[in-house]
């Protein structure tokens, strides 16, 4: 159990408290950095900006690539050669049902 | 509150002033909500720099200390959020014990040991607690001073402070640090 009076308690953490909070605060006191830390979001701009331009230039390029592929190969022209074999298909059992009969 | 004539009012020297007369106080608010004095100090500057931005944009800020302190408590409590997202559920200064490999002196590591158990005890503390004990023993302000900053009367700084004193003292005691440097 402790036995230190109160005055010398409240002196040592007094001290204490001093000791401690003096060793915080930074020695030297650092000067002002708001016209350094100024020039430091025009570079992160500058990045954001590059990134949304490269953004938008890939779209435009996925849309433009889209189109010039669906100019080379038509959609129509495979659904009606699908269209064409079943009735193909169709059309030789037919032709095999009349001849058994 | 704009005003287009401001920035012509701002010449950089002034605001050095401003930054001379009243960073150690958005440092100790700073520092004592994380007791961590380089997040404190990242804070500060921060507070500072959306001053200067306020002020470029024309904003009529009459009180700047009071706005400076008003922005460093905001910011610490915006740090809190990214913190946790950083760290989980861990803040930074949990890890403020533990110390490095190399080999430090005794009685450098004595002092570091009995800061480290002093700074564990301050953080569970009030956050209003550890702002008037950064003021006093930081900056060495009386309760007027405090009262002045915090908004509140003279005696409720003196009666929080010796509160927090008598918790710190019995429980710092009881693990037997007070006897130490």
Request: charged residues 25%; aromatic residues 8%.
């Amino acid at each position: 159990m402790n036995t230190m009076p109160t005055n010398e308690k409240a002196d040592n953490i007094d001290g204490l408290l001093s000791r401690y909070f003096q060793a915080e605060m930074p020695e030297p006191w650092p000067e002002c950095q708001v016209w350094s830390r100024l020039e430091k979001p025009g570079v992160r701009s500058w990045f954001r900006s590059t990134g949304r331009l490269a953004l938008a230039a890939s779209v435009l390029l996925f849309f433009l690539g889209y189109l010039t592929l669906a100019g080379i190969f038509p959609r129509t022209s495979t659904s009606t050669q699908t269209l064409d074999h079943s009735q193909d298909i169709g059309s030789k059992i037919n032709k095999e049902h009349k001849v058994r009969k | 509150m704009k005003s287009s004539q401001k920035k012509a009012h701002l010449p950089q020297g002034d605001f050095e002033d401003l930054y001379q007369r009243h960073s150690r106080e958005v440092w100790a608010l700073a520092y004592a909500r994380w007791l961590n004095a380089e997040v404190a100090q990242d804070i500060m500057q921060e507070a500072f720099l959306r001053l200067w931005k306020q002020w470029l944009e024309g904003s009529d800020i009459l009180n700047p200390r009071a706005w400076l302190l008003r922005v460093a408590r905001n910011l610490a409590e915006d740090y809190a959020k990214s913190a946790f997202r950083r760290n989980g559920t861990q803040a930074p200064q949990t890890m403020n014990g533990v110390k490095g490999r190399e080999d430090l002196p005794l009685e450098k590591m004595e002092r570091d040991e009995t800061f480290g158990q002093l700074r564990l005890e301050l953080d569970q503390l009030a956050p209003a607690d550890r702002e008037i004990l950064t003021l006093r023993y930081a900056l060495d302000y009386n309760a007027n001073d405090i009262a002045e900053i915090l908004n509140i009367n003279a005696t409720a700084v003196h009666m929080r402070l010796s509160r927090a004193r008598q918790r710190l003292a019995e429980r710092l005691t009881a693990q037997g640090v007070m006897q130490l440097p």
